[in-house]
C-alpha cells in the first residue's frame, strides 16, 4: 500500500524471478560473509567452492554428481512408485465410500485421524520386515511412499467427489443418468481441484518417505544412503554432506513441480 | 487438511449429549471397524503365526506397552519436548516475520511464492546438517521442527493478516484509527483462524519432525531412536508400543490446539 | 391427449412428528400442452417443490401427479422435461458448447448430431460465437442463455424453470424475457416457470399461479389475457398494470392472513 508506485509498476513475474536472483545473491554472501565474520569450521558450514568440488570430485563410479544423480533417481522411482499406487487407491477407496456409506462411516475417522499422527514412524518396521521377507529393497520404500499418499488422497478426494452442488446432480438425475455416468462426468471432474492440493502434499511425503525408508542400515542405494554416508564423513569431506541434502531438496522440488504443472493443465478452465 | 468433522465433532460429543443418532451414525461404525480389524489382526497373527518382527499380535503389544510403560512414556515425552519447543520457536517466529512482511503488497506477493515452494523440500533430509550445528541430543531436532513449523505459519499468517477488505481498513480509517489500532482490532482478529489453521498442522508436523530427526541418529531415550533400534533389533513389539504413545502424543497435541482454538475462538465455526 | 400436467390432490410433507412441515397441501392444478404458466409466491410457500414433484427429484407423499399422462419417474426416464435452475449450474470444466452437448451425451446421442443440435441451440440464445468460452468467462445473464439452450437441445416436451433470471439484474432480466418468449413461440413447448416476481410472472405467462406459504397451496389461478407476441409495450399497457395489481393483491390478502395465523 505504501511501496513506492515506480516498483508497483512492475509486473509481479519480473519481481518474483528479481527477487529470487536476488534472494540467491544475497544468501550466497551471507553464506560465504558470515563463514569468515564468524569463523566457522569448514565441517559446520564449508566454502561454496567445496561444495561445488564435492560434487565433481572422481570416484571409481565416476564424478560423484553422477553417483548422487543415479541415487536420486532410484530413490525418486521408489518415491514416484509409491505416489501412484498411493494415488490410484486413495482414489478408489474415495469412490467406494461415495458410493457406500457404511464405509466412510467405518473407515474414514481413521483416514483423518492418520493425519494427526506420525504414521512415518512405522518406516523403519517396514523396512526391516519387508527386508527380512526376501523382497527387493525398493519394495519398502516404495510402500512407505504408498502409504503417505494414500492417506491425504483419500481425504480430498472423498471430499472433492462430494463437492459437486446440489443443483449439478438434479440436472443429472433429470437427465435419468446412471450413477457410473453421475461419477465420470460430474464427479470426478469436480474432484480434481481437491485432487491435486493432496497430490501437491503427496508429491513431497512420498519423496521423504523413500529418503526415511533409506535410513535404516544395510540399505545400499538411494539418495538417503548418501546423506547418511555424506554425514558420517563429514569432516573429512565437509561439502558432500552439502551436496546429497541438495540432491534431495532437489529431487522434492521436481515431483512437486511435476505436479503442478499438471495441475496447472488440468485444471486449465479454472481462473488464470 | 486435519480438520474434519469427526476429529473435532469427537471433543463436541465427550462433552456429554451424545444422542443415540449420532452414536448410530458417526461412534458406532468406527468403533466395529476397530473391533473387527483387531479380532481379525490377533486370530490372524495366532493362526498363521507369523514372524514376530513382521507383525506382532495385538495382545502382544498392549502387554509390551503396559510392561514398559514408564520408560516408553519417559521416551515420549522426552520427544514431546523437542516437538513443542521446536513448535514454539518455529511459530513464534513465523508470526513475527509474517507481521513485517504483510505490511507490503509487493513484499508478500513476492515472498509467498517462494514460501510456499518450500513446502517441497524434504526438510527432514537436512538433519544430520542440524546434527552438526546444534548437536547430537534435543538442540539439532527442536532446530528441525522449528525450521518445519516456521513456513506454515508464515504463510498462513500473511494470509490472514492480508484478508480484511480494502472496505474494511476504509471503515477503520474512517474512525480515524491508527496503524497499531487497524492491526489489533481488525488484522489479527481476522488472521486468528488461519493461524489456527497453521497452529493444527504444525502440532502434527512437529511429532513427525522430531521422531524422523531422531531417525538420524541421537539417544536411546527418545522415540524416535527407540522405534528405530527395537526394529533393527527385531523386537517389533517394543516398536509398535512407541508408536501407539507417539499417536497418543500427536493426537493430544493436535486436540490441544483445537479446544485452544474453540476457546479463543468462539465465534469462528468449523463450517469454513 | 392435451393435459400436459395433472395434479390430483397432492401433498408434500416434509419431516415427521413435532418437525413435520406441510410443503404442499392438496394441490389440484392442470397444465395444457403449449401453455406458458407461472407459479408465484413468497419463499416458503412450495413453489419450487411443486416444480421438483414434476420433475421426479422430489416424491409427493400423497395424491397423484401425472406428466404427459405417465407417472413423474416415467416421465423422466423418457427424458420428457428440461430443467433450469436459478443458478446456471453450467459444468466450469466443459466449454460452452460441451456444456449444451451434456445431455446429449448422457442420452448417448449420435457424435454429429450432437455438435449440430448444440450449435443450431446456441445459435438460439444468440451464443454461436462463445462455444468454445468456458463458463467463468461468460457474464451471468450468458451463462443462463447456455443453461437454456442445455435444456433445449434434446428437444423435451416441456421446460421447467425454477427462478431462471432470480440472481440477475433488472435490465438483462427483462431481455431475457423477450428472448424466453420469442423461444416459446419458435418451439411450442410447454413451460412451467417458478419466480417471485409479479411483473415477471404476468408479462411471460398465459396463466399465474398464486401460492401462499405454510402450508403450501394454490390461492387463486389468474387468467393472464395479454395478447401475444409481447413486447415492451405490453409492459406501458393498462391491462398489464390491473393484472399485476390483480396478482399483487391476491398475494397480498394471503399474506396479512398468513401472518395472522404466525
Same mark, same amino acid.
Request: aromatic letters at 16%.
Given at each position: 500500500m505504501r511501496d513506492a508506485s515506480l516498483v508497483a509498476r512492475i509486473p509481479t513475474q519480473w519481481l518474483r524471478w528479481g527477487v529470487a536472483l536476488l534472494l540467491i545473491a544475497l544468501a550466497l554472501f551471507l553464506w560465504e560473509g558470515s563463514k569468515t565474520f564468524f569463523n566457522l569450521p569448514d565441517y559446520k558450514l564449508p566454502h561454496l567452492a567445496q561444495i561445488g568440488e564435492a560434487f565433481v570430485r572422481p570416484t571409481p563410479q565416476g564424478p560423484v554428481w553422477r553417483v548422487l544423480l543415479q541415487d536420486t533417481l532410484y530413490t525418486g522411482l521408489e518415491a514416484f512408485l509409491g505416489f501412484v499406487l498411493g494415488g490410484i487407491s486413495g482414489f478408489l477407496l474415495a469412490a467406494l465410500f461415495v458410493h457406500w456409506k457404511p464405509a466412510e462411516r467405518g473407515l474414514m475417522p481413521y483416514v483423518v485421524a492418520s493425519q494427526a499422527v506420525p504414521i512415518i514412524a512405522l518406516a523403519p518396521m517396514i523396512v526391516v520386515g519387508v527386508g527380512r521377507l526376501g523382497a527387493p529393497p525398493w519394495l519398502s520404500k516404495a510402500i512407505i511412499a504408498t502409504y503417505l499418499t494414500f492417506f491425504p488422497v483419500t481425504i480430498n478426494a472423498t471430499r472433492g467427489l462430494k463437492s459437486v452442488d446440489r443443483d449439478a446432480l438434479w440436472l443429472m438425475h433429470s437427465y435419468a443418468a446412471t450413477r457410473q455416468q453421475i461419477f465420470r462426468k460430474l464427479r470426478v471432474p469436480a474432484s480434481l481441484p481437491y485432487l491435486f492440493t493432496a497430490l501437491k502434499i503427496s508429491a513431497t511425503a512420498s519423496v521423504i518417505g523413500a529418503i526415511i525408508g533409506e535410513l535404516p542400515v544395510g540399505s545400499k542405494r538411494g539418495i538417503g544412503v548418501q546423506i547418511v554416508v555424506g554425514s558420517q564423513y563429514n569432516t573429512f569431506n565437509p561439502g558432500f554432506l552439502w551436496a546429497t541434502i541438495i540432491m534431495a531438496a532437489l529431487l522434492g522440488m521436481l515431483f512437486y513441480g511435476v505436479v503442478a504443472l499438471v495441475e496447472r493443465r488440468a485444471l486449465h478452465w479454472k481462473q488464470e | 487438511m486435519v480438520n474434519s468433522e469427526w476429529l473435532t465433532g469427537m471433543t463436541r460429543g465427550s462433552a456429554g449429549n451424545v444422542d443415540s443418532r449420532r452414536w448410530q451414525a458417526s461412534i458406532l461404525p468406527p468403533l466395529l471397524v476397530f473391533v473387527v480389524v483387531l479380532a481379525v489382526w490377533e486370530l490372524g497373527v495366532r493362526i498363521f503365526q507369523p514372524p514376530t518382527f513382521l507383525l506382532p499380535a495385538p495382545s502382544e503389544i498392549s502387554r509390551t506397552f503396559f510392561a514398559n510403560f514408564t520408560e516408553l512414556w519417559t521416551y515420549g515425552f522426552n520427544t514431546f519436548r523437542e516437538a513443542v519447543a521446536g513448535f514454539a520457536l518455529g511459530c513464534g517466529l513465523g508470526i513475527l516475520v509474517a507481521i513485517v512482511v504483510a505490511r507490503s503488497e509487493v513484499l508478500s506477493s513476492v515472498l509467498l511464492p517462494f514460501a510456499v515452494a518450500s513446502n517441497s523440500v524434504p526438510i527432514v533430509a537436512m538433519a544430520p546438517l542440524a546434527i552438526v550445528w546444534?548437536?547430537?541430543?534435543e538442540g539439532s531436532k527442536i532446530a528441525i521442527v522449528a525450521v518445519m513449523c516456521f513456513f506454515p505459519t508464515m504463510v498462513s499468517m500473511v494470509r490472514g493478516l492480508r484478508t480484511p477488505s480494502p472496505a474494511q481498513v476504509s471503515l477503520m480509517r474512517s474512525y480515524a484509527a491508527n496503524e497499531w489500532q487497524i492491526f489489533r482490532k481488525l488484522r489479527w482478529p481476522a488472521a486468528m483462524p488461519f493461524l489456527f489453521n497453521a497452529f493444527k498442522i504444525c502440532a502434527t508436523l512437529s511429532m513427525i519432525g522430531a521422531i524422523v530427526a531422531e531417525f538420524f541418529g541421537g539417544s536411546v531415550k527418545f522415540l524416535g531412536v527407540y522405534i528405530k533400534t527395537e526394529a533393527n533389533i527385531l523386537r517389533t513389539q517394543n516398536a509398535w508400543a512407541a508408536i501407539i504413545v507417539a499417536c497418543i502424543l500427536g493426537l493430544s497435541f493436535y486436540f490441544a490446539i483445537v479446544l485452544l482454538e474453540r476457546k479463543l475462538m468462539p465465534w469462528f465455526t468449523e463450517e469454513n | 391427449m392435451s393435459h400436459i400436467i395433472e395434479f390430483d390432490q397432492v401433498w408434500k410433507i416434509f419431516g415427521a412428528g413435532e418437525s413435520e412441515t406441510i410443503a404442499l397441501q392438496n394441490v389440484d392444478l392442470t397444465v395444457e400442452t403449449g401453455e406458458f404458466v407461472s407459479i408465484i409466491g $413468497?419463499? +416458503?410457500?412450495g413453489k419450487s417443490t411443486l416444480l421438483r414433484l414434476i420433475a421426479d427429484l422430489l416424491p409427493p407423499s400423497k395424491g397423484d401427479i401425472r406428466v404427459n399422462g405417465k407417472t413423474p419417474r416415467q416421465a423422466r426416464l423418457d427424458r420428457d422435461y428440461g430443467m433450469v435452475f436459478q443458478a446456471p449450474t453450467l459444468y466450469e470444466w466443459r466449454t460452452v458448447l460441451k456444456n449444451v452437448e451434456l445431455p446429449l451425451e448422457v442420452m448417448r446421442s449420435a457424435r454429429e448430431d450432437k455438435r449440430g443440435r448444440a450449435v443450431k441451440m446456441l445459435d438460439l440464445v444468440g451464443l454461436s460465437d462463445f462455444q468454445n468460452h468456458y463458463p467463468r468467462q461468460l457474464s451471468g445473464g450468458m451463462q443462463q442463455r447456455v443453461s437454456i439452450a442445455r435444456a433445449l437441445v434434446f428437444e423435451p416436451t416441456l421446460i421447467l424453470m425454477d427462478? $431462471?433470471? +432470480?440472481?440477475?439484474d433488472e435490465f438483462t432480466r427483462e431481455r431475457l424475457n423477450l428472448e424466453l418468449l420469442d423461444i416459446w413461440a419458435e418451439t411450442h413447448k410447454t413451460v412451467i416457470f417458478v419466480t417471485h416476481s409479479i411483473s415477471e410472472a404476468v408479462f411471460l405467462s398465459s396463466r399465474v399461479v398464486v401460492m401462499t406459504p405454510r402450508p403450501g397451496k394454490i390461492a387463486r389461478i389468474i387468467d393472464i389475457d395479454l395478447s401475444y407476441p409481447?413486447?415492451?409495450?405490453t409492459r406501458e399497457s393498462d391491462r398489464f398494470f390491473e393484472l399485476v395489481t390483480e396478482v399483487r393483491e391476491t398475494l397480498k390478502e394471503e399474506f396479512t392472513r398468513g401472518e395472522i395465523d404466525d
Open positions: - | 546444534f548437536g547430537i541430543d | $413468497p419463499s +416458503g410457500c427462478e $431462471p433470471f +432470480g440472481a440477475l409481447r413486447n415492451f409495450e
